[in-house]
């Protein structure tokens, strides 16, 4: 999904964004309406998991960001 990949790219530049803040981007962007908010939501987090597993996984490729996340 269009969404999904572009969660993605804004928490690979900043993990420290929480998944709240990045629904409201994603609203505003995308002008979603707000009764996708809950949903919206649940995929953030589970976006913001996936980019966590894939940096604790491969650290090689994420060798700039080490002190951006706490994991």
Known sequence: MKIDRWMEGMFRSDM???PGMIVSMCANY????LKMYPFLMKMARRV???VLMRMRKHPEGYAGQEDDWQG
């Open 16 to 18: 420290k964004r929480t």
């Open 30 to 33: 995308f002008h979603t309406n």
């Open 48 to 50: 913001k998991c996936r």
